[in-house]
Nanobody, 114 residues
């Protein structure tokens, strides 16, 4: 099983980006999926998560600006990020509970700068 994340890049403050993460391999079930981030010199933190039923959870710092969603048919989770701030700069990692095991994507860098 592999998770492939993409969609990071350089964006100006106030801008938007959409991250996606697709799971591939021998997949029988995917339960929770989520996005984490790690800024330089900081610990990895949960940004948002979504259950197989669509229930979502967000870090306080991104509520109202980020939206997590998933396409179960494509085994893909998305993170729509809007009103980006400089402090959102980080490497973003996707994670998923696949076949009752936790997997991580490779990380995609998001840089918010003018």
């Amino acid at each position: 099983v592999q998770l492939q994340a993409c969609g990071g890049g350089l964006v100006q403050p106030g801008g938007s980006l959409r991250l996606s993460c697709a799971a591939s391999g021998s997949i029988f079930s995917i339960n929770g999926m989520g996005w984490y981030r790690q800024a330089p010199g900081k610990q990895r933190e949960l940004v948002a998560s979504i259950t197989s039923g669509g229930s979502t959870n967000y870090a306080d710092s991104v509520k109202g600006r980020f939206t997590i969603s998933r396409d179960n048919g494509k085994n893909t989770v998305y993170l729509q990020m809007s009103s980006l701030k400089r402090e959102d700069t980080a490497v973003y990692y996707c994670s998923a509970l696949v076949n009752f095991n936790a997997y991580w994507g490779q990380g995609t860098l998001v840089t918010v700068s003018s």
